[in-house]
């Protein structure tokens, strides 16, 4: 899922907008019983790679924004939209396809020019896959069993689509 900020403006003006995204995002994954697997916060734009087994995405995606842009538009004194549209979906149909949306997605930051390493971006599940962090409400476990549940080689997978800088 993506959402984008209205007329790609900054979704997140500071650290305390992303932390109450992510907890309106906790609440709603639990509430919606909606398996998240990889989310990436960028300033502008949101990717979440999210299971629905339980209900359709269309209502967890729609408490999500609704309530974070109740948030934002008090906290701004701003009225109107705050995302751009209707979110954004694709349907996973294989494993591949699993592996490389959340590749893509903790590579986001690095692919913005924000950081050398997807580690160092802060908001991202990408340290939940590669580090002992835990966060109780991303599931690492789906896609860690496809590499044996080895972070190390997950690590790996992601990282190798990073391209060297080369100084001239």
């Excluded at 962090?133 to 690492?140: A, E, H, L, R």
Aim: hydrophobic fraction near 30%; charge should be neutral.
């Amino acid at each position: 899922m993506t959402t984008r900020g209205n007329r790609r403006e900054p979704l997140f003006y500071s650290h305390l907008d992303f932390h109450r995204y992510l907890k309106i995002l906790s609440h709603c994954v639990k509430k919606h019983e909606v398996e998240l697997f990889s989310y990436c916060l960028m300033t502008n734009h949101t990717h979440l790679q999210i299971l629905c087994s339980k209900s359709p995405p269309g209502d967890f995606m729609k408490e999500l924004n609704e309530t974070y842009a109740m948030y934002f538009n008090k906290k701004y004194e701003l009225t109107g939209h705050v995302f751009q549209g209707r979110y954004g979906a694709e349907l996973i149909e294989d494993r591949s396809h699993l592996l490389d949306t959340s590749r893509y997605i903790h590579l986001n930051p690095v692919s913005a020019d924000l950081v050398m390493y997807p580690l160092e971006y802060q908001w991202s599940s990408y340290r939940y896959y590669v580090t002992p962090s835990v966060c109780p409400f991303v599931n690492t476990s789906t896609l860690l069993e496809q590499f044996n549940h080895s972070k190390s080689q997950y690590r790996d997978y992601v990282e190798s689509k990073i391209t060297p800088v080369v100084e001239l």
